[in-house]
């Protein structure tokens, strides 16, 4: 099969420069497992449709197997600089292997329904596998949240201390939206349980297959409904994309969160040697790099949806080669968090909680709420109770001093009320909101969190 496969309708043959430009097969060849699936799959349907005979069949599944082995083996090596993508490469081994057969094999397809399958099945392969580290993640916060679910810990708002909570609190919002980036993943997984096997070009196939049947065998509910829309559709992409910005979100917060707790100036967490980092002049440094590189690389995965957005915003209905801009981008977001994941397992499962440091530093005003909610218990309107420790704030203010420094003498000239009880309970020990609030930062309500989290992982 010399040249490309096209090449009799033109008098010219496609100049260099034009051919390395339209040539996908530098980064399409990792869809080979799902290209020769969708082949075998085809293949049956030819024979089911009587345009393979029993014996074309069987050479054709042969052949495809050993193309199967090959490229467990070469890798991308496995095509040649003519072919012109991945679907091309296979089709010129299958004809070196099973000969006159192979030439059968595209009748009423397409790649356009081809490679829409494919991407579909690779999307499929990629949102299992996300979902299983995500899980393993997610797994490894949920341990460390139960062994900190006593430890009391300054919760921030405008990135100032705000209250106190348990730490295990804290640590189970992460997983929270970690369950949450997971069944996004399911519902991208729903979304594509539609085959476009058989819709040809853009009109659908000449060939009389059984669609449904090809979806079943390819491991699809159903076919899909529209051959215009599934050529020229990549909304699970951009779905898959969506999903996978999202969950690079979460975790960047998280890790800025942690990049911030590993500093001398907060000094709450101190990273493992094993998943640490050094500087190349500074002797004395241990960065923390993973999170920064999940930081980092989340900008990366939400730069891949806005370019395939952008790509999908002005395309006419149909096949268009833009359509051939997805793959770099969807590649490189699942070998991202492919890579990011296990990493982040690691680093998390190493990390230590400086639990000394934590109470040392958490400032006594986050006690005032607690003060006002005294007020309001021996019958102070909540508003009232409010502007009290307001002001108790301010005295200490003036005085340079933190709230538990304040004698009672002080306290009893914010407010007559203020007395020994308020004293003991800004100087009191630190304790964590316990008023039992679905959703809080209670033992009743994270040993809830911990249970329905459990449940969610399988655990």
Known sequence: MAGKVWQ????APLSQAVDRLNRSAPFDWKLWPHDLAVSRAWASALHSAGNLTKNDLAVIVDGLDRIGKEFAQQG?????????????????????????????????????????????????????????????????????????????????????????????????????????????????????????????????????????????????????????????????????????????LHLSRMSEDFILWSSQEFGYVTLDDSTATGSSMLPHKKNPDVFELARGKTGRLIGNLCAVLVTLKGLPSGYNKDLQEDKEAMFDTAETLQTLLPALADTLKGLSFNRTVIEQRMVPELKLERLCERLVSEGVPFREAYRVAQRVALAADK?????????????????????????????????????????????????????????????
Not at 8 to 11: D, G, K, L, P, V
Not at 412 to 435: F, H, N, T
Request: negative net charge; proline residues 3%; aromatic residues 6%.
């Open 8 to 11: 009799a309708r033109f008098s």
């Open 76 to 248: 991308g090596d496995f095509l040649t600089p003519d072919d012109e993508d991945i679907h091309m490469g296979i089709e010129r081994r299958l004809l070196e292997l099973a000969g006159e057969p192979a030439l059968k094999l595209h009748y009423g397809r397409s790649r356009n329904d081809m490679v829409a399958t494919d991407v579909l099945l690779y999307l499929r392969d990629a949102c299992q596998s996300l979902q299983a580290e995500v899980k393993g993640v997610a797994g490894i916060l949920l341990d460390r949240a139960q062994a900190e679910a006593g430890t009391p810990f300054p919760a921030y708002t405008h990135l100032q201390q705000a209250q106190p909570v348990s730490l295990g609190h804290l640590l189970l919002a992460y997983v929270t939206a970690l369950q949450k980036d997971d069944r996004l993943l399911s519902d991208c997984l729903a979304r594509m349980d539609r085959c476009p096997l058989g819709s040809g070009a853009v009109a659908g196939s000449a060939a009389d297959v059984d669609r449904q049947q090809i979806a079943s065998d390819l491991g699809f509910k159903r076919p899909s409904a529209n051959s215009v829309e599934a050529v020229g559709s990549r909304d699970e992409v951009a779905d898959f994309l969506y999903a996978c910005a999202r969950l690079g």
């Open 399 to 459: 005085k340079g001093l933190h709230v538990d420094a304040l004698t009672v003498a002080d306290l009893q000239k914010v407010d007559d009320r203020l007395g020994q009880q308020a004293a003991d309970l800004l100087r009191g020990e630190w304790s964590i909101p316990d008023s039992g609030v679905a959703g809080g930062s209670s033992a009743a309500s994270i040993k809830a969190q911990v249970v329905a989290l459990r449940q969610w992982l399988g655990d």
